[in-house]
Nanobody, 125 residues
Framework: EVQLVESGGGSVQAGGSLRLSCAVS?????????MGWFRQAPGKEREGVAV???????LYADFVKGRFTISRDSAKNTLYLQMNSLKPEDTSMYYC??????????????????WGQGTQVTVSS
């Protein structure tokens, strides 16, 4: 069974930084599949933040370009999201997710099959 476990969330002031991690277990081929970060604030729909494939192609949502960086360590089966210049509007529950294939880089949450439990990020002004 595939398991994704996020960590690294917390509370920071605007302008601060956080680094999220997502440890993947239970599937030896996860390093070949597309993975990504998503977020969902109360009362809002889940939205894509950044996604990455096995060869390092990346897609960012416009609202994080230049501030967030997604990366992956295939040897450690871990996905990361470095978040800099955080804004109060970045406050949300952040989730990592894995797609079932290695093509079709997309920020659409409904394209992803496996999800972690989420980690809360709170940015105060």
């Amino acid at each position: 069974e595939v398991q994704l476990v996020e960590s690294g969330g917390g509370s920071v002031q605007a302008g601060g930084s956080l680094r999220l991690s997502c440890a993947v277990s239970g599937h030896t081929y996860s390093s070949f599949l597309i993975m990504g970060w998503f977020r969902q604030a109360p009362g809002k729909e889940r939205e894509g933040v950044a996604v990455i494939n096995s060869v390092g192609n990346i897609l960012y949502a416009d609202f994080v370009k230049g501030r967030f960086t997604i990366s992956r360590d295939s040897a450690k089966n871990t996905l990361y999201l470095q978040m800099n210049s955080l804004k109060p509007e970045d406050t949300s529950m952040y989730y990592c997710a894995r797609k079932d294939d290695y093509v079709g880089l997309t920020l659409r949450p409904d394209a992803y099959s496996y999800w972690g439990q989420g980690t809360q990020v709170t940015v105060s002004s």
